[in-house]
């Protein structure tokens, strides 16, 4: 029997990442059922299981771990091949994980992260989920606690604070309009809190974060934001104090192993150097 090509293995690790056919469906252009017969004829080829199949998807067995392990040793040094084949015809690029917000924060500030003169591009990645630092499908990314993953490097960029907001002028909205993203998109803690503290009082859901703030500005009810938009949103006002049990530290993360390279080196530090230097305003005190 033949050897399984480099593709059945990028297939592989595409499932293992996303933990089932679905979310590697979307990662790769191919059907659940496509994807689902490369894996069994992979582990026919490896004569090993790799897969542990259930209702909640695609786990890793022993002998799929080690696989996994042996995978990302390969797909680095092919990076590494198809960055020397390319040369200066393509500029080395960074890629970074950011949540809605400090995904907007670095899009405002894009000229702080990389300039005319840098001989590196960026791809901004921006979504709730966390950031993907492990297997290395990001080079750096934000995340809202300290990384426990033995690989992965940190640097402290301050806490982050978050309130209520309504419409700047538009009275007492009263208790039973709140705004919230829909109970299964919200994966972060701000986005749980309207489900946990004002479940009966919510009037609309959406599907973003982004919109909860379009709907607040629009006087439609309250939304909980971190204080670095509401407060520096002039059509909104905060309602009530700082909700304390929200606030965190956030991380700026890499790979151990890619820390070091001197495009992912420079574009941490100077993400380090914007989240320091709007400390305060991050940290709530920009509406006191």
Known sequence: MKNPSWDAYQ??????????????AEGTGLS??????????????????????????????????????????????????????????????????????????LAENFAALCTARDAFRVDLFIAEQRAALAHR??????????????????IPAGDVAYAAYQARNAGDVGPGRWLAVGREDA????????????????????????????????????????????????RLERVGAEIDELRHRQWIVMNNDDRHRREIRTVADRMTRLLRGHADLIAGKGGL
């Not at 749980?192 to 919109?211: F, G, K, L, M």
Request: overall charge neutral; hydrophobic content about 45%.
């Open 187 to 234: 994966i972060s803690a701000y986005l749980r809190w309207p489900h946990d503290n004002r479940a009966e009082n919510i009037v609309a859901t959406v599907n973003r974060p982004r919109s909860l703030r379009d709907l607040a500005v629009a006087g439609a009810g309250i939304a909980v934001l971190p204080c670095f938009i509401g407060d520096l949103e002039p």
């Open 32 to 105: 659940p059922a496509t994807i689902g017969r490369r894996m069994v004829d992979l582990e026919r080829q490896m004569g090993r299981a790799l897969f542990v199949r259930s209702q909640q998807g695609y786990g890793l067995t022993g002998d799929g771990r080690q696989l996994l392990e042996q995978l990302l040793d390969m797909e680095t040094a092919s990076r590494k091949v198809e960055t020397w084949r390319d040369g200066a015809a393509a500029p080395a690029l960074v890629r970074i994980a950011a949540g809605t917000w400090n995904g907007l924060r």
């Open 137 to 154: 499908e990001h080079d750096i990314g934000i995340r809202a606690f300290e990384p426990e993953e033995i690989n992965l490097a940190s």
């Open 11 to 24: 297939i592989f690790l595409v499932v293992a990442r996303s933990g089932g056919l679905t979310g590697a």
